[in-house]
């Protein structure tokens, strides 16, 4: 069983950056991993996503602002958030892909960012 913990969420202004980390137990530094995130009263979104070779994809709306990396030494992985917004106020998760499924998720940490 894998599981992650998620660390590095907060209140920040409009504009300002923010790193989250994603701590994960057990080896998967040959899989995805991903990020994504939950705004109230919507449905969890993708944010982006690593392969093992530090290839990353986003979704449009954070391209150029967020950048998703890898450490497999630590088995972390980080989320830095730029140039951020209100409408980037979510509950973010991080997840590890296994057989062909988004399978072992965080608990999330919560995101807010006030204009």
């Known amino acids: 069983q894998v599981q992650l913990v998620e660390s590095g969420g907060g209140l920040v202004q409009a504009g300002d950056s923010l790193r989250l980390s994603c701590a994960v137990s057990g080896r998967t530094d040959s899989t995805y991993l991903g990020w994504f995130r939950q705004a109230p009263g919507k449905e969890r979104e993708f944010v982006g996503r690593?392969?093992?070779?530090?290839?990353?994809y986003y979704t449009d709306s954070v391209k150029g602002r967020f950048t998703i990396s890898r450490d497999n030494a630590k088995n972390t992985v980080y989320l830095q958030m730029n140039s951020l917004k209100p409408e980037d106020t979510a509950v973010y998760y991080c997840a590890v892909w296994i057989a062909g499924t988004w399978k072992y998720w965080g608990q999330g940490t919560q995101v807010t960012v006030s204009s």
């Open positions: 690593i392969n093992g070779s530090g290839n990353t």
